[in-house]
């Protein structure tokens, strides 16, 4: 089991869904950061217990050559769409998607499946096939 697997692991077990890990370097600093969701919705006690669960797991496997900063945190309001299931955790959202074209889809995502997304635009609607996504987000009009 790697060492996505096994934190994907420790977070399900306290009732909330692993979304993405990511790092970065900020101020000299390596963060290694992961994002958490529920239908709940997270909140800074859930962050502070997924921390302290998978920090052990961080100490066995270390990432980043062994110096960082561990992060626990929703992806928020605006996120990235990376996988076929965030897009289809996604549906009836605001999507902002750009395609290998470079043309830019912005509207409510209707549908999304194993295969493509339909997303409702100003123009009607438009059926992207994942092969075809360069980048995705959500947006929040606000």
């Not at 309001?77 to 289809?88: M, S, V, W």
């Amino acid at each position: 089991m790697n060492l996505e697997e096994s934190i994907k692991l420790a977070v399900e077990s306290l009732g909330v869904e692993l979304y993405d890990i990511t790092t970065a370097r900020e101020h000299d600093d390596n963060i290694y950061r992961v994002s958490i969701t529920s239908k709940d919705g997270v909140n800074l006690d859930k962050c502070a217990e997924v921390s302290r669960m998978i920090s052990p797991i961080l100490d066995l496997d270390e990432p980043l050559g062994g110096k960082y900063k561990l992060e626990v945190s929703s992806p928020g309001i605006e996120r990235r769409l990376k996988t076929k299931h965030h897009f289809i955790s996604s549906v009836g959202e605001n999507v902002k998607v750009k395609d290998i074209a470079t043309d830019v889809f912005k509207g409510k995502l209707l549908s999304a499946d194993n295969n493509k997304i339909t997303i409702e635009t100003e123009f009607g609607k438009e059926e992207l096939e994942y092969g075809s996504i360069l980048s995705a987000s959500t947006y929040f009009k606000w």
